[in-house]
């Protein structure tokens, strides 16, 4: 009996867990395309001449499906509560940092979406671990190590990534037209800071919930779909 009600409950979350990430798919694409619409008629209109704002759009409308298309092409599925964040931070960072410009309206929202980055990044170094763990290579000092290197090259590969497409496209990713100078090396500085802040804090949560659990890690597993299950929509 104690079984079946725990497998009943299992069943309740995942329902719960796919309602909220259908839920936060539908709301960002929908955020995404409106975003997109507007694009279009300031082209028309003759309201803006440069067609990179609507290319970012169209590009962020085809990130919303990243997680269909790693189901769809490499059948595989990342566990529920990634994926939700996935989604969270797509909308806070892109939709409401760049298409409602609170980079520019909130000092403080470049440094806020730049320490969740390495926070989440931190979380996503977890599922390759899992890989190692096999190995025995899941010691809590090993586990922040990993995610804390993991989490921070990524955030300056993203900073050499906003430099590269604000030279070769005269993009504003780096906010250079406002900045100029010491202030615009403050700028890219503080959002490296921000993101190793977000890194340690996640690599110490990954190493003291391992320190708990030897088996934290196994949460983070990525799983293979089968072939009869490929054509069932789990956000």
């Not at 509560?81 to 989604?87: D, E, I, P």
């Not at 090993?142 to 804390?148: D, E, G, H, K, N």
């Not at 190493?207 to 983070?220: E, G, I, R, S």
């Amino acid at each position: 009996m104690k079984s079946f009600l725990e497998r009943k409950q299992r069943e309740r979350n995942f329902d719960a867990f796919n309602v909220i990430n259908i839920m936060l798919f539908m709301g960002v694409l929908v955020a995404f395309i409106i975003s997109a619409g507007f694009c279009i008629r300031d082209l028309v209109n003759g309201a803006q001449t440069s067609p990179m704002p609507l290319i970012g759009r169209i590009l962020s409308i085809a990130l919303v499906f990243l997680p269909l298309y790693l189901r769809l092409i490499f059948k595989i599925q990342f566990p529920r509560t990634a994926t939700s964040l996935f989604y969270l931070f797509l909308f806070l960072s892109i939709y409401l940092g760049s298409f409602l410009d609170l980079y520019h309206i909130l000092w403080w929202w470049d440094i806020l979406i730049h320490a969740l980055a390495g926070l989440l990044l931190g979380f996503l170094a977890m599922f390759l671990v899992n890989h190692l763990a096999k190995k025995g290579a899941n010691s809590p000092v090993y586990i922040f190590l990993f995610v804390f290197c993991f989490s921070l090259s990524l955030t300056a590969l993203w900073e050499i990534f906003e430099f590269m497409i604000d030279e070769l496209f005269g993009a504003d990713m780096q906010r250079a037209s406002d900045l100029v100078g010491q202030n615009a090396l403050f700028d890219t500085m503080f959002d490296i800071i921000s993101g190793t802040v977000g890194a340690i804090i996640s690599a110490l949560c990954c190493a003291l919930l391992t320190y708990k659990d030897k088996n934290f890690v196994l949460q983070f597993k990525v799983t293979k779909i089968k072939k009869d299950k490929i054509s069932q929509i789990e956000e």
